[in-house]
């Protein structure tokens, strides 16, 4: 069953406002790591280390059963969050916190393209426009022609399109398995997946690379529970726009703790993107809300 979205907007900020922290944080860690330990191995101790939070639900992975489309759908969800994870990591080496996080709101843009592409969702004006708009905001963060385009930027474009793929999977995949079961599957799947790579550039790791590790893993089970509180408090349409606080805490931070300098077109151009999303968030909120009261049935 469902739940319901309470009507607790307050609430709903509160939790999203803290979500975008805790994310936050796992950027300045894996930041602060640097290129000590190669992107495809720190993403997989990540991961490694995270399973420890799978272990109350064991028991419940061991009875779950699934059709060969279910498991190809999590095989291939997997993959292309391994490749999104993989690139994230590397991007964080190349370029400024401020810009991965930026760059990182065009995800939503994709699901929005992805969704009418693959998913058989109408591409309504609304939607084309925000998709316009986001685009100009990347062009604006990336600036081609003024500035050296750096394989990070790339790396981060490639990232989202990835992330993107893995949400349209579990979009297919929530009216089918429980909630928990799509998470768990996930860590397995990318620790899986992220393997072969780690092992290809594997290097020597002291205990205090796994510390940092470990509490990257921790931040981010911890950020993706308050975002689903956040989810359960208020609408998206309410809580989307908080995330742009993200961009202005990865932009302080960034200049303040790594000396990474105020790059203002990265606030506008994360800006714009996010305008755009939050604006199709409100609009496709109130087109449901339309829908849900033309088919409710009349009082009796």
């Known amino acids: 069953m469902v739940q319901e979205t309470r009507d607790q907007p307050v609430q709903g900020l509160f939790w999203m406002a803290i979500t975008g922290l805790l994310f936050v944080g796992v950027t300045a860690v894996v930041k602060h790591l640097g290129d000590d330990v190669p992107p495809a191995q720190a993403a997989f101790l990540r991961y490694v280390l995270g399973l420890v939070f799978l272990l109350p639900l064991i028991g419940r992975l061991v009875r779950v059963r699934l059709d060969r489309r279910q498991v190809g759908l999590f095989a291939l969800r997997g993959a292309a969050h391994t490749g999104a994870v993989i690139l994230w990591f590397f991007a964080m080496t190349q370029i400024p916190i401020a810009e991965v996080t930026a760059m990182n709101y065009l995800s939503p843009v994709y699901v929005t393209l992805g969704a009418a592409l693959f998913l058989g969702e109408r ?55 429980e909630p928990s079961m799509i998470v768990a599957m996930l860590s397995i799947t990318v620790t899986i997946g992220l393997a072969p790579f780690a092992w290809a550039v594997w290097v020597p790791v002291d205990g205090t690379a796994l510390a940092w590790l470990f509490l990257v893993a921790c931040l981010a089970t911890a950020g993706h529970t308050t975002m689903t509180i956040a989810f359960a408090s208020a609408p998206v349409s309410v809580t989307q726009p908080v995330t742009f606080l993200q961009l202005i805490w990865a932009t302080l931070l960034g200049a303040f703790v790594f000396n990474e300098g ?3 077109w990265v606030l506008i151009g994360g800006g714009i993107i996010m305008a755009s999303v939050s604006v199709l968030a409100w609009r496709e909120a109130l087109a449901r809300g339309r829908e849900a009261a033309v088919a409710a049935p009349l009082p009796r």
């Not at 604006?140 to 993107?164: D, K, N, Q, S």
Request: charged share 15%.
């Open 123 to 177: 591409l309504r004006t609304r939607r084309i426009l925000a998709v316009i708009v986001a685009l100009i905001g990347a062009v604006i963060i990336l600036r081609p022609g003024l500035r050296e385009i750096e394989m990070g930027h790339i790396a981060m474009l490639f990232t989202a399109v990835f992330f993107a793929g893995g949400y349209l999977i579990a979009k297919q995949l929530s009216s089918e398995v």
């Open 262 to 264: 105020l790059d203002v």
